[in-house]
């Protein structure tokens, strides 16, 4: 998978990076716009400027959301997703090298493969069988089970290729569910999370001592808890994609394969019935 998934993980990476690196700001135009435009009428209320300065504090950079500092606030919660996002991030990068086209079906094979049926000797099975070991890969697995069946009726060598292919196939998608486990896990440990922050910020509200601002109170636990469905989200979705994008590299692969197999199950039809080959021969 070259170019295309690399663009795509460093991209995630890049946009987590400036998310996390970003600060949100909190403060509304119209908000500060305000007593500037009481100035430009030419009349303001002392009682009102003294109120207003002291109700409200100065406008610093601390007023700003910032999301790291979120990040450390959504509770225990946050470690599962943590761990999940290493998962994917390490999970992506193996699958973005162990998934390419020459780990997978060697060109050098195919072509040595298509010389030994042109050459004049014809097709040998044993030399066939020789090259696919040069290569080690799914392809060459699945035409070295085929081979070993040379001489045998072609629905027992079909047979064969069959579940040569679901075995090497099962194995590339091994660590692809992974992904998709996280993709559907994460979202759901952080709505747990959510749940479990909003049930907390409505107790604390509850214990509030009489004259407290309640709603500011419960306002600030319910932003802080949905902290955990935010991370939840930012795992999940690069998760999907990047289990997608594999299950469709890999199916894709495989019909490549079946189309190389195919082209040599003529040269294996001939040796029915008259030559028998095994591993033990080679």
Known sequence: M???????????????????????????????AGPQGAEADGFVDPDAAGA?????PPASASDDLNLLSL?????????PLV??????????????????RPNILPPQMVRDLGELGRGSGGFDPR????????????AGRVIQSMLTKVGRPQSEVEHTVSEASQREAEKL????????????????????????????????TTRLAPGQNKSEALAEG??????????????????????????????RLFHQIDELVFSLY???ERFEGKVRFSRQED
Request: glycine share 8%.
């Open 2 to 32: 070259g170019r295309s998934t690399s663009l795509l993980l460093a991209a995630w990476i890049v946009g987590l990076l400036l998310t996390v690196a970003g600060r949100l700001p909190l403060a509304v135009a119209a908000q500060e």
């Open 52 to 56: 207003a300065a002291e109700s409200e």
């Open 71 to 79: 990040l450390f606030q959504g509770g225990a919660f946050m470690i």
């Open 83 to 100: 761990a999940l996002s290493i998962v994917v991030v390490t999970i992506t990068v193996e699958r973005a090298v162990a998934i390419r």
């Open 127 to 138: 030399s066939a069988y020789r090259i696919c070991q040069q290569f080690p890969s799914a």
């Open 173 to 204: 998608h091994g660590n692809v569910r992974w992904l998709s486990l996280s993709a559907q896990v994460a979202p759901l440990i952080g709505l747990l999370g959510t749940v479990w922050g909003m049930i907390q910020a409505f107790y604390d």
């Open 222 to 251: 319910i932003y802080i808890a949905l902290v955990t469905t935010l991370a939840g989200l930012i795992v999940a979705i690069p998760a999907a994609i990047a289990a997608h994008w594999f299950e469709g590299r890999i199916i």
């Open 266 to 268: 003529p040269q294996v």
